[in-house]
């Protein structure tokens, strides 16, 4: 019985096998052209390739159509999930279930399939993660006085590089999907992940002639998505509120040592002063006090119920040779 | 030797089908009818769907959501392994092991339903624990399961084929079978010759409906599908273990005695292209070759077992697979067994799991002894012993 084995095709990649993954939208329009553009690149540039569908809430003539796709289309899989989840709880559900080498995130309507294999050439290249970044042809004014001050502010907060063009189109290697899906945390971005893991990044930038969005609208997004990821990803303004609640119950403190200079300097004081002073100024001590100290526990206790692994691997390396002990003799 | 044409033009049975319920109901039924033709279309016996499947002998663990199965798997067990001592490969550890998510068991029910049916669950070594990625995988467990070396069992099968002087025709395909002028069966061989016989069992796996379609008799309704077993070369640390995950779209590797290889069949991509036989006609390719899938059943392990990272794949055996349609949910693999269908003495037999074959031969009132130094008390202390 000998081994049975096939020739291998040339032409497309045959050593990387690529896993898309979507959430599928709620309305349904073109969305067999969108597949079908999704899987004919793939199948241009790869041999093994697989899309993953993720049904998030979707209606159920969603289904039937994705699986009319599947009686014609090979390596489509759909993924139903129970309800509606967040879309970053979807995408979460997308990493558990990818099996390939490169899991692939996009957007199924907006974002354009063609860049998949320069963003999968890339992480191939030595990124764990590689960031499509779609920028206009120029920034409008409110988005360069503004947004990307924030965004460089609440990067240097977090630790870890943010942008306002980020997008869910990106790469995961498998070694960074296999640590992302450690992470369980509920409130969760696409965008902060691989900054909380801590691997190699880069990003490819592309560029859209028409956005719907006109200037100030794309800042107010901006603003709210990275005031969120801001909360949800850094005790930094906790501990903000903790240090003006010292500085007020040190400002207090000032106070009721004026109080006390008064009183023994003048001679005649309004009547009652002094002792709503004293009650006033004693008691605003107390609650900043107490604010900053609950601030300070409640800070700890949110890195605490973080569901994140202690640390990351990223990989281990041994020595080549072994220790030469050969000259010492085992005599005590 | 038993030569390529048939010696005779009447038979107490012929058996059409000579892989391993052919050759084991021939064996069972020749005490009683000593003139017995197997018809195989091959070269030779055991070739299709006895040589390319995973090679697993089955003691019940397979089936948690089946205890029928289950049960009649782990009952078999100690006498298969007595039959064919020298045909299994029994020194490699099996371990199941059950997946955290999209399982349709956990770790507590997997345990109580080996308690129920019997079978002995161990703790895994240290070693062996390491090998899987504990954020996917919730318990594992060593079982007692060992694999067959299908080489060896066709040999055996071939020699007591011979021994007890049952005729087979090779190269030979049943294109119909009807009742002659005199009430006798009939069998209508592809290449034009006739043959007669009292009983005439159909045992062609996959064609089962093909042959009953071209003797007009009605079909069973089954489901085919394109399997691909892939053969993977593992790293050293896997050499001696055999991995399945349970219970759902999870993969199993094990070795592969006949070519010192493991076995990797996965839930989602083994199976190519399925059909009903109800639905569409669609004859079953003779000798499929698709493409394989064994980087999608290797990238998926891998997330379980980080270390078959070093596996390498070194060919893929096909075959169609098929299974009655009944059993797609609850993944049960009862023998199907049909007396006097639609012809008197015309009978049909399908079988899943080789280590189930006692049970539809008892069903038919017989038995087999594969080897005449077969000590049959031995086997029945083994079987006591080990139930």
Known sequence: MTVPTQPEPSGRNNSLLVSVAVVLPRQAAQIEERIEGIVTVLAKNYEFYELLLVDNGSPFVMQARVQELQRRMPNLRLLRLSRAYSRE????????????????????TVDPPDLIPILVTKAAAGFDAVVAECQDREKGLLERTISIPVYRMTSRVLGFPLHPDESYFRVFSRRLVNSIVRIRSRNRYLSCLNGIVGFQQCSVVYHKDYNPLTDSARVV???????????SNSAAPLRLASILGVTACAANVAYLGYIFAVSLIRRHLAEGWLTTSLTQTTMFLMVFLILSILSEYVARLLDETKEQPLYFVEFETSSAVVANENTRLNIA | MPGSTPNRDFYDAIIVGGGFFGCSLALSLVKR????????????????????????????????RSLITALRSAYNYPRFLADFEDCVERSFTQVYAIA???????????????????????????????LFNPALIEEAFVVEECAFNALRLRDKLRHAVEESGIEVAYDTEAHRVFQGPTGTLRVELKDGGELGADHVWNCTYSQVNELLSR???????????????????????????????????????MPFPALGLHSLTHVTYTPHESWTDSSQHRPPPRAPQLPSRSAFMLRDAQRYVPILQQATHAGSLFQTKTVLLRNE????????????????????????????V??????????????????????????????
């Open chain 2, 215 to 253: 003797s007009s008799l009605p079909r069973l309704p089954l489901k085919h599908e394109i399997a691909e077993v892939a053969l993977v070369r593992v790293p050293p640390q896997l050499e001696h273990i055999g991995i399945t995950v349970m219970d759902g779209p999870f993969f199993s590797t």
């Open chain 2, 358 to 387: 006692y049970d539809v031969l008892k069903a038919i009132d017989g038995d087999v002894r594969y080897s005449k130094s077969a000590d049959d008390r031995t086997y029945s202390a083994r079987a006591v012993g080990a139930q």
């Open chain 2, 100 to 130: 955290r998510s999209d399982s349709r068991v956990n770790a507590y029910q997997y345990r109580k339903f080996c308690e129920l049916t019997g079978i002995p669950l161990h703790p895994v070594p240290r070693h062996v624990q390491d």
């Open chain 2, 329 to 356: 949910v609850d993944d049960g693999r009862p023998i199907l067994c049909r007396r006097n269908y639609g012809l008197p003495n015309f009978s049909v037999i399908l079988g899943a799991k080789i280590d189930n």
């Open chain 1, 221 to 231: 997004k901006q603003l709210l998505a990275v005031t969120d990821i801001l909360v």
């Open chain 2, 33 to 64: 009818q000593p003139r017995i033709l197997i018809l195989e279309r091959e070269a030779s016996l055991l070739t299709r769907a006895s040589m390319a499947n995973q090679a697993r002998v089955h003691n019940g663990y397979h089936y948690p």
């Open chain 1, 89 to 108: 709880v979807a995408i979460a559900a997308a990493l558990d279930h990818c099996i390939g080498d490169y899991v692939v995130t996009m957007d199924l």
